[in-house]
């Protein structure tokens, strides 16, 4: 049942807009939905874009900004004065006006605020773009609903109906005390079934949950998630119910830590998608590789070092590139369990613990491959039982190493307040590489003596 | 404000149990959310969880059954009667009932089904367990507030009363016809600032999104994501109204998928935890790396065809690792792109377009890279211009090949209904390993002539 974009309707609006068919195009668009518009807006062109904006009422455009990817709303609010940005902002929540001002120029910033017309509305996103984006202040909305705890229900839902005029979502009934501190909270169920006259202070719920306006967002996005709510109030310093955060702009919070977790493991190294410019693109993925690159230098000066096995033992260059890869897998897994352990915050004991039971289970692990590779070496690809030996001891050592690497990297890097997902990547299987050849030259030097 | 369960707290909990003051640790896990008092058990031993489980109230029993993980649920649900299980699930919604239902042994599974006291309840259990658990279907529970398009708000609010009490979150009102058919929705909104007398059939909303029974998933995830929803409707194949799906269960859906792509770019083959036994994670870990062992082998056999350059390259051996592990980070780069593109269905074009695009990309990159690694193996390592030249000129042709097969497989897999993710892991770096030996050794064979 979801709209989708087709290629004919999409040369449909390209004529409408060509031939300046204002109302045709307006009657056309009138059922469907902004989120649908902005991607519709995403595949034209900057002038078709705004002429399908300028022509929508600014209920419906305020929602398509919201929308829209970063680059295109950018375009399409150069275009706007300052006054027009202002009237989108006043149809908007005052989060999603707050995120939007923020991208502004500081100059445009300031005049844009200057417009807003409803002062309490301006207030309260002047007051948002206090707080730094990763933080709970910064996810908050400041629409919220609450109530006295001094009110009975009747004073109560008149209250309530004059504030969810400017909430869209009701979720929770929030209870405060005079000074305006968090004191708990009313369910909607208590109040479609309680009668009127029953004062709030009896009926609250006084546990509620809450976070501080300071606290990280991939943290209110994990308490919201194990404790299962749709709505967590946050308070200031002082304890007052300052704004509340609601479970979509969480689900944004999770899905951009898993992206940027997997572009991390995948050795992208800022945020780009595959229609972004070669540019973009490139910004993303050269770091990492430049790096790998240099990395790879040292792979082969090490290799180097071990020029002397060339004259008797010339095959063990061969295997250098089957070390490398099993380096290179083994620390990227030990990593990526680590990385999720401590993402989703289930990673008990000590670091000691951790690599104890990495060592056993590497062990365990490398000891099955060895075999496999002593085998193999000798009945498929061939080699003297003397080699198929030495690699296989410089196998299960290297992947013993392997897996300590990605298991310590890790946990130490979010030790010291780094992201511990930089562990997954080029980095760790470069590192890995540049080991592995190391213990597999000098284990086959100190087995076989060249 | 989140509870933190220390080591003292942990010894407190034992030590009432080990003296059987049952009444004592009652009172201290009063106040403790479910949540927390799972992971509490999930720290315990068995005997201990379990003694812990038999001493609360089946409402918070229920509860915590649904957060324990998997496994440690499967040795509580052992030691109870189908009755007892039943008890249990009678306090949940019938989509945890059934996702709890559906983990059981067959025999067992009907024994409780038959031991539910409320005969609806289990109706609408056992009409869950129809569907996949993939599926809207098996997402959805029967859980809802539907009244009547001939009602008017009076009869409409009497019967959401009734109504609301088995629905934990009442979300939105659904509007059907006589026959069950979804026709549209009322916001609680409206229903606190509409008059008593208003018809239901003008107040409704008709224009309401909804998905089907077969729906997958991670697309009900998308739509509900891309229209900002937090529920919707599910229909079935006449349109009845038969379940709603809320946003806490999509979250689980996103976190799910998310973690499924990190853990195959990690080349990790089914879901585990850090704390998971040796034996669990080796059947994770083994099965990528034994595939990865065995593409090694091919590697082996490839260098070794190209023994002939041992006698006046040799250097050229000490560059394959370098070379492979820039095939294998190009290739996962390309196709982590792709997968997220896929994922997030925000992949335009032809597949045609695609490689092309992708084509202009590695060519650039690789140039870049190609200098630095010129100047780098003549300066940095020393080597002949001659050497550096034809490794560079190798290293732009695995770039080139590495991302296009990065690009080429995921779009293919997904093409024939297979996860594209799985082109992020092993596979692609161990089969990029190889094509890029194979290219790097011909090229520098046609250069050099060995």
């Known amino acids: 049942m979801e709209f989708k974009i087709s290629r004919d309707f999409l040369a449909q609006i390209e004529q409408l807009i060509s031939e300046n068919k204002g109302q045709e ?28 904006f300028n022509l ?29 940005i202002a009237e989108e902002l006043d ?40 707080y730094d984006e990763d933080s709970a202040g910064g996810l908050m909305a400041k629409e919220l609903v609450k109530v006295n705890e001094n009110w009975n229900v009747l004073t109560c839902v008149k209250e309530m109906r004059i504030q969810a005029e400017n909430v869209s979502r009701v979720h929770s009934i929030y209870v405060v005390d005079e000074d305006g501190r968090l004191k708990g909270r009313l369910s909607l169920k208590d109040l479609l079934t309680t009668s009127t006259k029953t004062p709030i202070s009896e009926i609250y719920i006084p546990k509620v949950d809450y976070v501080k306006v300071d606290t990280k967002d991939v943290e209110v996005a994990r308490i919201m998630q194990k404790y299962d709510l749709e709505a967590i109030p946050v308070v200031d310093e002082m304890g007052r119910l300052v704004g509340r955060i609601t479970i979509d702009d969480i689900i944004d919070v999770i899905k951009e830590e898993a992206d940027k977790d997997y572009q991390l493991a995948a050795g992208i190294s800022q945020d780009v998608e595959a229609d972004d410019s070669i540019l973009e693109l490139t910004k993303a993925r050269l770091p990492w590789l430049v790096l790998a690159l240099l990395g790879g230098f040292i792979a082969v000066k090490v290799t180097g070092q071990f020029e002397g096995a060339m004259e008797n033992y010339r095959v063990l260059f061969f295997f250098t590139p089957l070390i490398a890869a099993m380096a290179g897998n083994v620390g990227v897994q030990s990593s990526a369990i680590i990385v999720q352990g401590l993402a989703n915050n289930t990673l008990g004991g000590t670091l000691w613990q951790r690599l104890f039971k990495e060592m056993k289970l590497s062990l365990f692990n490398g000891l099955l491959l060895s075999i496999i590779l002593l085998f193999g070496s000798h009945f498929l690809l ?31 890097l979010n030790k010291y307040g780094i992201d511990p997902a930089l562990a997954t990547g080029p980095f760790i299987t470069t590192s890995n590489d540049i080991f592995g050849i190391l213990i597999y030259f000098s284990i086959a030097k100190a087995i076989l003596g060249f």
Chains 1, 2 share one sequence.
Do not use: C, W
């Open 382 to 412: 061939g080699h003297d039982y003397i080699i198929g030996i030495t690699v296989s001891i410089a196998l299960i050592s290297v992947i013993v190493i392997a897996s300590l690497i990605g298991t310590f990297v890790p946990i130490t």
């Open 91 to 130: 149809e908007l929540s005052t989060d999603d006006a707050a995120d939007i001002i923020a991208e502004l120029p500081q100059e445009k910033k300031e005049q844009v605020i200057s417009e807003l017309e409803d002062v309490e509305h301006a207030k309260d996103i002047v007051d948002l773009l206090r």
């Open 25 to 52: 195009l307006y009657d056309l668009l009138h059922d469907i939905h902004y989120a649908d518009i902005a991607e519709i807006m995403e595949e034209l062109d900057q002038k078709e874009a705004s002429y399908i």
């Open 56 to 84: 929508l009422d600014s209920e419906k455009t305020a929602e398509i900004l919201l929308e829209l990817d970063e680059e295109v709303r950018e375009k399409i609010l150069k275009n706007l004065t300052a006054k027009e």
